[in-house]
């Protein structure tokens, strides 16, 4: 994901690895898309946690962003194919009412 966003962006802000899990905090930027200006914000996943750990933190912060947001970029692995963990989170994407472009990677 952090990949597409410093593309989007056209410079590197968020810290790249093949790692799931790196990215912890929000990052924002301002692009020009198409003759638009767009602000992209990369998150962190919305992996399911206790919302006082570290991990429910970031899926606040997550879930705040896509409250926030007119598109979501649904990221997937494509080498892993759709797991069940997306299934689930993309069930309740649907239900934030906001357009979703399913993106797959790698």
């Known amino acids: 994901k952090s990949t597409l966003f410093n593309r989007l ?5 968020a ?31 919305l992996e399911e946690s206790a919302p006082e750990t570290l991990a429910g933190r970031m899926r606040a912060s997550s879930a ?19 797991t069940p963990q997306d299934e689930h989170f993309a069930q309740w994407l649907r239900r934030q009412g906001k357009p979703v472009l399913l993106v797959a990677n790698k």
């Open 9 to 13: 962006a056209g410079r590197r802000i």
């Open 15 to 45: 810290l790249v690895a093949d790692t799931p899990g790196v990215t912890r905090d929000r990052k924002e930027a301002e692009a020009q898309l198409r003759g638009r200006m767009v602000k992209l914000i990369d998150t962190a996943g």
């Open 64 to 82: 705040s962003a896509v409250s926030q947001a007119d598109l979501v970029l649904f990221v997937l692995d494509a080498r892993a194919g759709v």
